[in-house]
């Protein structure tokens, strides 16, 4: 099979300030380039998507790794999931504290392949087990969001209107020259959650799916939403019936809204190579490189 390489990232979907969309831009541009990389030199989807994330958790720009938002107690706990398409194989971490790649732990997770999903000290104990260093959870906070956070306690409700983030999670989704589809997301959350909170982003069909009979894709925004629809999953669902990538995304999203009065994002990539881009939030940040290699970015779908 001599299939052509496509890499989707995102980067969340919210209101992103003015002042962040650059930043916001090129950190999916740079994800989503060296994701493509991989593809281009033969590299599985799978090591595609995992090395794009590592980048947008490694970018304090984002709601991953370093630079998550914090939760109520002013902690950073992080979730992720990584899916094969071709095996339908997956792990998942969640509420985990002091591991910097966390989409990398979910891989290790994967290919240990006891079990699918770890969360806390267990998780992080597993890590540790399987030669993965831990950092200490201070390592993760950025100054950013230590500020919100202390404005948020102070009663200033940065948390809410205007700053609310449904969360600006990361994501990506790619196809390998093998014709196999990859997809994998990570996130801190939202801001002020209650500890031990989990979000959809880890939970299979939720946050991610990928099936190489179907698609693969990754969400943002509304986790508490996201999951009641199983997002990923019924979007993949639809690609599987005939719609195209861009139909199913903005047709999952509709849904979403109708069923549950949330918004977010979809990112969703089939195995002929064609992809969709879609959110209700304002903005969602995004970057492709398709078939002739060339790099496209935004922050609005389209
Ligand atoms: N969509 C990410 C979260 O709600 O945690």
């Known amino acids: 099979m001599n299939q052509t390489p496509v890499i989707v990232v995102h980067g969340g979907a919210w209101k992103i300030p003015e002042e962040e969309h650059e930043p916001h831009m090129e950190g999916c541009r740079q994800a989503a380039i060296a994701g493509w990389e991989v593809l281009r030199s033969g590299g599985s989807a799978l090591d595609a998507v995992e090395t794009a994330v590592c980048l947008l958790e490694d970018d304090p720009t984002f709601d991953a790794g370093r630079g998550s938002c914090l939760n109520a107690v002013g902690e950073v706990e992080m979730d992720a999931i990584i899916m094969d398409g071709r095996t339908l194989r997956l792990g998942a971490v969640a509420a985990i504290r002091r591991v910097r790649h966390p989409v990398s732990l979910a891989r290790l997770v994967m290919e240990v392949g006891l079990h699918n999903f770890l969360v806390g000290p267990g998780a992080e104990e597993f890590a540790r087990q399987h030669g993965m260093a831990l950092v200490s959870p201070e390592e993760l906070v950025v100054e950013r969001e230590r500020v919100r956070w202390e404005a948020w306690r102070?009663?200033?409700?940065?948390?809410?209107?205007?700053?609310?983030?449904?969360?600006?999670?990361?994501?990506?989704?790619?196809?390998?020259?093998?014709?196999?589809?990859?997809?994998?997301?990570?996130?801190?959350?939202?801001?002020?959650?209650?500890?031990?909170?989990?979000?959809?982003?880890?939970?299979?069909?939720?946050?991610?799916?990928?099936?190489?009979?179907?698609?693969?894709?990754?969400?943002?925004?509304?986790?508490?939403?996201?999951?009641?629809?199983?997002?990923?999953?019924?979007?993949?669902?639809?690609?599987?019936?005939?719609?195209?990538?861009?139909?199913?995304?903005?047709?999952?999203?509709?849904?979403?809204?109708?069923?549950?009065?949330?918004?977010?994002?979809?990112?969703v990539l089939d195995p002929r190579g064609r992809y969709g881009i879609a959110h209700t939030t304002p903005h969602m940040a995004w970057a492709v490189v398709a078939a002739d290699g060339h790099v496209r970015a935004g922050i609005r779908a389209g």
């Open 154 to 267: 102070a009663g200033e409700g940065l948390y809410a209107a205007e700053l609310f983030r449904p969360a600006g999670t990361v994501g990506a989704v790619a196809l390998d020259r093998e014709g196999n589809l990859a997809a994998a997301t990570s996130t801190g959350g939202k801001p002020g959650k209650w500890p031990g909170r989990v979000g959809d982003s880890p939970l299979v069909g939720c946050g991610a799916y990928a099936d190489n009979r179907s698609a693969a894709a990754s969400a943002t925004g509304d986790g508490e939403a996201l999951m009641r629809i199983l997002a990923t999953g019924a979007v993949c669902a639809r690609v599987a019936e005939g719609r195209s990538p861009q139909e199913a995304a903005e047709g999952i999203l509709a849904l979403l809204a109708e069923r549950t009065g949330g918004c977010g994002g979809l990112i």
